[in-house]
């Protein structure tokens, strides 16, 4: 596998790390940036992928602790900075489209 291919597979199911904006604290830990992976389907139950599309408030806060690392409690995700949120949002929104709709070759 060329660095290019290992590249390419690595952001097919991980985000770079996301840097926030404002710092989760958790007990003497503050948690400055987290890594989202792409989800799969048994992730998704429960949750409308309109919902996550649309990066509903409610669909965000029980899909980021499943995919986050570290993970997260759901208690911790509502008390994220709103542009943190967000951000989380369209990084998992992304992992919804498919290579066609991203503009990329198989």
């Known amino acids: ?17 996301i840097k926030l904006d404002e710092p989760i604290k958790r007990g003497e830990q503050t948690i400055r940036e987290i890594t989202l992976r792409k989800p799969k389907s048994g992730e998704l139950r429960g949750i409308s992928l309109a919902d996550v599309l649309q990066m509903q ?3 965000l806060i029980t899909l980021i602790p499943r ?3 570290p993970s997260l409690t759901a208690a911790e995700v509502r008390q994220m900075d709103p542009a ?3 951000q989380c949002g ?3 929104a992304g ?3 498919t290579k066609r709709a991203k503009g990329e070759s198989e």
């Open 90 to 92: 369209g990084e998992i």
């Open 1 to 17: 596998m060329t660095n290019a291919t290992a590249t390419h597979a690595h952001t097919a199911t991980a985000a770079d790390p």
């Open 84 to 86: 943190d949120l967000v």
């Open 57 to 59: 408030t409610d669909a």
């Open 67 to 69: 995919l986050s690392t």
């Open 95 to 97: 992992f919804l489209l």
